[in-house]
Nanobody, 125 residues
Framework: VQLQASGGGLVQAGDSLTLSCAAS????????MGWFRQPPGKEREFVAA????????YTGDSVKGRFTISRDNAKNTMYLQMNSLKPEDTAVYYC???????????????????WGQGTQVTVSS
């Protein structure tokens, strides 16, 4: 599966932004999905995960209550709705996929075999 992340940009603190991850090449519903981010000078970190059908999600503590992950299997697309953005949310955001769709939700980047190219989100104070 090929993944293409989009929707990043420069916003102010408190603003909202929605990222999209478009999948192609394979049946999208066969994959569990996740969002990760890499802040400048730091390691990649978990943001949120969603199961193959979209009825189960898992959100990282640093974004819980502000970010929402969702997917539309009919459109082969996953989303990350980001509200109340903070300067510390500044990072390159990556979408990821794994074909073990019945293996539950994972926050471990090593569990994901496929990655998009990343989209930059910059939040100014």
């Amino acid at each position: 599966v090929q993944l293409q992340a989009s929707g990043g940009g420069l916003v102010q603190a408190g603003d909202s932004l929605t990222l999209s991850c478009a999948a192609s090449g394979r049946t999208f519903s066969n994959y569990r999905m996740g969002w990760f981010r890499q802040p400048p000078g730091k390691e990649r970190e978990f943001v949120a995960a969603i199961n193959w059908s979209g009825d189960r999600t898992y959100t990282g503590d640093s974004v819980k209550g502000r970010f929402t992950i969702s997917r539309d299997n009919a459109k082969n697309t996953m989303y990350l709705q980001m509200n109340s953005l903070k300067p510390e949310d500044t990072a390159v955001y990556y979408c990821a996929a794994d074909s073990r769709r019945y293996s539950g939700l994972s926050s471990n980047p090593r569990d994901y075999a496929y990655w998009g190219q990343g989209t930059q989100v910059t939040v100014s104070s």
